[in-house]
Every structure is written in C-alpha cells, then in structure tokens.
C-alpha cells in the first residue's frame, strides 16, 4: 500500500486490495485529522468527559439520558462480516499512524486504540444529530448557532442528450460547517477491485460523495418526518398513554467526569421512546425513524457497494438492498443516464401529513404512534427524465426534474407538498436548467459560484418603500438603495443586508413561509414580498444599530470586514446563506474585529462521464487538513475565492 500526497494535500492510495485501501483510507485520515477524529470516537463512546471533563458532560449527559449506547450496540450487532473487516482494515490505518507518530492526536490519543464499534457509533451519531435539525425546538434546543442559519446542499446531474459536451454531467455541492463533526476529507483510492475519488465527513472509512470510471453520485437532504415528538401528561412516575397511566421504565447511570466528581443520571423512558425535557419545559418522549426505531444501519455497506455500482439503475438497487436511513442521492454514469432518488427513513402513516412530524402529538394516543417505515422502492426516484436534468437543492423530491413528480403516487406524509416549498433557490435552480438548448460544464459552474442575493430581489424594494421618510433610517436606506444586491468581496451593503436578514428571518425559521413573505400563487414559485413591512424596518434599526457596535460603517466592503480561512491562506469573503437564495453558500459570524467564516461550501466537484475516463475537478474548503503535523498542503481557500476548481487525476 503506497499513498501520495498531490500539492493541495489530497492523498492517493494505492494499495494491493480492498482491505489494503481501507487501511490506507485510515491512514491518511489519521495523518490529516488525527485529534479531530480521535475526539469525535470519544465522544460517540459517550464517556468524553470522563477522559477529557467537563467540557464534553453536556453530551454525556444527553448519551446517558437518550439511552444511546444500547442503540449503538443495536447498530453494531447489525453490521455484517464483510463491512466489519473492512472497517477494521480502516481502524488499523488510523492505529498504526498513530503508534509510528506520538505526536498524532495530541491530548486526544487516550481513545486509541480505536476499533470498528467506534465507526458504526460514529455513523449512528451523524445521523441521529441529522434527524434533530428539522425538530426546531419540539424536543431539542434549535440546531444553529451565532451567524448560522443552516446546511444544506445544491445537486446538478445533466443527461448526456442535454449536455454540450456529450457526456453526462454531476456537480456535487455539499453545504456544511467546516469543523467536527462535519467537516470533511477526501481522497483518491485505487485497488484491482475498486478505484474511487471522494470525500466524506470525518471518521468515517470510505467515500461517501464520490465518483469512479463509471458513476458519481451525491447527497442532498429535505425536510424528513423523521424525528417524532410526543407530549406526556406526567403524574409523578407514571404517564397517562391509553387512558391509562403507565409508569416510565428507569435506568440510572453514573457519568464519570475526568477532574470531578460523577454525575447521576436518571435515564425514563416511555412507549414512545427516550424521554427529555424540551427547551420550554415540557416533558416529551421522541421517536427516531431509522435511527432509534426500526433502525436502518446500513449506510456504511451502502456507500461501499455505491462504488462498485456501474449504472445509475444499480446505484438506485444497491440503495434499495442498503438502505440509507437519509439524505437523497443525485447520480449520473457513463452511459449518459442520471437519476434522483429519495432514500429517507419515513414512517408508513396512510393518510398521514407531513406536517404531523412538525408539531407535537399526544402521548396518550396510541394511533399517533407508527410501526413500520414505507419500503424504499416505494419512495420517490426518477431516472433519465424527459427534461434531461434532475437536481435538489433542499426542497423537496417533488421537484428533482420537470415536470414534478406527483405525490399522489408515493406514501403519505413523506415530504412537505409541492406548496410548501422550504428553498428560494429551487425555482432559480430550475428555471436555469429548463432553459432552451445544452447545458454547459460553464453552465453548471456559473449557477454554482451564482453570489446574487436573490433574497434582495423579493424584499429590499417593499422594504426601501416602508424605510421611506424616516430620516433616522435614511443612510440606511440609501446604502441598500446602491448596493449591488451581491455578496461579493466588494460588495458595500451586503453586511447591513446580511445583518438584517439574519434578524427579519431568524435561525430556524423557513425563509418562504406565509409569515414573512408573500406566497407565490403557484407552486414552487417565488414569493412577491415582505408580509409585515413595519417588522422589517424595525429589523432594519436593529442591523445599523448592530453593525455600528460592532465598529463597522453601514456601506463597509463586505471583503474587508468578513474573511474565509486564517494567516496566510486568509481570504476575502464571498457568498453567503443559501436562506438568502445565495448558490455560493458561505456561512459567518458577525463579531468585533474580522467576521470568521466557519461553513458552507465544502466538497465541489464538477465530474463528466463519458465513454473513456471521467474528467473532474473540485475543491475542498476550508482545506484538507486540520493535524498540526500534517503533510504539506495548499490551502484552497483563495480558489474559493477566486471561483476556480482544481484538476483531478484521471482514475486509471
């Protein structure tokens, strides 16, 4: 097994076989990102804090509580002999790196050594953290943070009857924080059996975004009925559930805690699941599709198989026989095909809503409680559509290709409807493909690196109209009037927008709802305009206001005071939320001094499959390391910036 570095840091390992490449995958992964993926197995284990403190409890606590580790075990038990060696060929790269290098993993090395339960309950956490980001608030704290309004992704796949270039055509464009447990890495592995080019969040042993000679796929995700929440009716130790009051069943736990002392934990649970106290103090059970209940545990086998599909048909059967418990998948292969396909977790609910999974249900009903996910061939897929495109871009599956697929014919309450449409970008997103004629390589990219703020061209004239004779307003008022309704480096009044937009339409709330802007009359339109002009000037006062604490003038060069990446690889920044309708997605912190840039755009990657060797080409941001002692590497922040995408290697 030899691995290789390329000037920008991304390994290829070439190795005898598959095992050989796992471990090299392993390898490279501990060479790169070592304490990061040392810390994100401790904390899966959920005993964190009892090597590191206190400052890891919180997540102890939840762990104990949750009952977590019984559902990993469940996870574990279910993983087949095949995926096991595999993952721990990968467990004995990340080992092995670390034994030979003392200084890889820094104060993070008592995890070691690691083994393969440590992948699967690392799998299990992303996508139990996945399922709490559409709860907002019901059971969990709201998912986001300072400057965040959330992930996401943008996925184009052309046929090659619609491409310029005779190929078919998959852009890959995954939205995510740019630390753990998110962050991603990616490498190139070539064995008899198997060669493949990708990328995947951290910790994990193989691709998951990725292309070889004859496919490429990627991941997208959609509002999911995944996450349940259930409203108890307490008395005491017991819950009212049938009429009836049941008592919870208990368990304690004793969460030790490294420098002091341990911490009891009362874990209850109810028929209906984990009980927690939600954020407004009510006292709910909750229910995980495919996570916690009738669980779903074989994405990690499904990505290996992905890899060894040749056709978008068989990428599509090998989800089927592996299911992914989320996340869409978007492909297109060398015969020219491309395909969409809906791969979530969603509980069979005949005659059930959507909208049911976005409030709380009685406890005491026992109707409300479901007991077997809808198959996967059952759900949403399209393959070669007449329209010669497919793409998602965190809508909905309705919309993957035009003319839209027809919920009537798919499970109920599986995806919001067509009306409820959650992104701006999808109408722009399908507007550019539908347009007469070819689509471009050129075409995609210019859609991608779009830093229109399109949000701008819905509100900021009803809002400039309602600003209009406030004299304390004016200089405001003015400075939107002549910015560019751009986020770009230069762009003057993009930073008093961005500061405003974050307020109007808070972390957590859907940008295109009927509180805040105007429906469009038809589905899947844009909206018209703000809803409450008078709420929108007073967010106005608050932004000038915030961005004048901050030290900053309201017309300040959005480059000059935001910045992507740190010393010598630091950047001005561009783009901005995809909440604000932005394709160049790019996520800061408002704060004094430069504004930090901490997510957005991850893994681009533009692949054409054609008969002979795909060509492709891509970036990785914020870079492709995070160990003090890595490989030397080219940070790729300033080929952000400057909308260019590296050259890969041909895959022999």
């Not at 001094?593 to 054609?610: E, F, Y």
Request: aromatic fraction near 8%; proline fraction near 9%.
């Amino acid at each position: 097994m030899d691995i290789s570095w390329d000037e920008h840091g991304t390994p290829t390992i070439t190795a005898e076989d598959e095992l050989e490449a796992c471990r090299g995958f392993g390898r490279a992964q501990a060479l790169t990102h070592a304490t990061a993926v040392l810390e994100l197995y401790g904390v899966s284990r959920g005993n964190a804090a009892a090597l590191w403190g206190e400052e890891f409890l919180e997540g102890d606590v939840q762990h104990a509580r949750l009952g977590l580790e019984a559902a990993m075990e469940t996870w574990w038990q279910a993983q087949g002999a095949a995926t096991r060696t595999r993952l721990q060929a990968f467990c004995d790269g990340i080992n092995e790196a670390c034994a030979e290098n003392p200084a890889l993993g820094g104060d993070r090395r008592e995890v070691l050594p690691v083994g393969p339960r440590d992948v699967v309950a690392r799998t299990f956490s992303m996508f139990f953290e996945f399922s709490r980001f559409w709860d907002q608030g019901l059971a969990f704290p709201p998912v986001g943070g300072p400057g965040l309004l959330g992930g996401g992704s943008s996925a184009w796949a052309v046929r090659a009857e619609k491409s310029s270039t005779g190929e078919a055509m998959l852009l890959i464009n995954p939205h995510i924080p740019w630390i753990a447990p998110y962050r991603m890495f990616e490498a190139r592995t070539l064995s008899p059996e198997r060669s493949c080019h990708g990328a995947t969040p951290i910790g994990l042993p193989w691709q998951s975004f990725a292309y070889t000679r004859k496919i490429g796929w990627t991941h997208t995700v959609n509002p999911l009925p995944q996450l349940w929440v259930y409203e108890l009716e307490v008395t005491g130790d017991r819950y009212l559930h049938d009429g009836a009051l049941v008592p919870f069943e208990t368990q304690e736990h004793l969460v030790t805690v490294r420098g002091a002392e341990p911490v009891r934990v009362m874990a209850r649970r109810s028929i209906h699941g984990p009980v927690i106290e939600a954020p407004d103090g009510t006292l709910v059970a909750i229910w995980v599709a495919g996570v916690l209940h009738q669980p779903v545990t074989t994405a990690l086998e499904c990505w290996w198989q992905m890899s060894l599909a040749e056709t978008v048909d068989e990428l599509f059967d090998t989800q089927e026989q592996w299911p992914l418990p989320m996340f869409n998948v978007l492909a297109a292969d060398s015969s020219g095909s491309v395909g969409a396909a809906f791969c979530g977790a969603t509980p069979a609910r005949p005659g059930g809503t959507f909208d049911d999974s976005r409030r709380r249900l009685p406890g005491d009903d026992p109707t409300q409680i479901w007991t077997r996910l809808n198959p996967p061939h059952s759900l949403p897929r399209v393959v070669d559509p007449e329209c010669g495109w497919v793409q998602n871009v965190n809508e909905t599956p309705w919309w993957f290709c035009d003319p839209p697929l027809n919920p009537g014919d798919y499970p109920d309450g599986i995806a919001p409807g067509p009306d409820q449409l959650r992104d701006i970008r999808s109408p722009l997103s399908r507007t550019a493909l539908g347009r007469p004629g070819p689509i471009s390589p050129q075409d995609l990219l210019a859609l991608k690196w779009d830093s229109r703020v399109h949000l701008a061209n819905l509100v900021l004239d009803d809002l400039l109209a309602a600003c209009s004779g406030i004299a304390k307003l004016s200089e405001a008022a003015s400075i939107l009037h002549a910015w560019d309704r751009r986020a770009d480096e230069g762009s003057r009044g993009y930073l008093l927008f961005h500061l405003w937009a974050h307020d109007h339409f808070p972390v957590g709330d859907v940008v295109m709802d009927n509180s805040r802007l105007t429906p469009s009359l038809e589905a899947g339109g844009l909206p018209t305009g703000l809803r409450d002009p008078d709420a929108a000037v007073e967010a106005l006062r608050r932004a000038a206001h915030r961005l004048a604490e901050l030290g900053r003038s309201l017309d300040a060069a959005y480059g000059e005071v935001a910045r992507i990446g740190t010393g010598s690889d630091e950047v001005p920044a561009s783009g901005g939320p995809t909440y604000f309708g932005l394709f160049k997605c790019l996520e800061i912190v408002p704060t004094e001094g430069a504004w930090p840039a901490i997510g957005g755009d991850t893994w681009i990657s533009l692949i054409c499959l054609g008969s002979s060797a795909p060509t492709a080409s891509g970036l990785l941001v914020p870079g492709p390391v995070s160990e003090a002692k890595a490989p030397t590497s080219r940070a790729q922040t300033a080929f952000f910036a400057a909308e260019e995408l590296v050259p890969h290697p041909q895959l022999p």
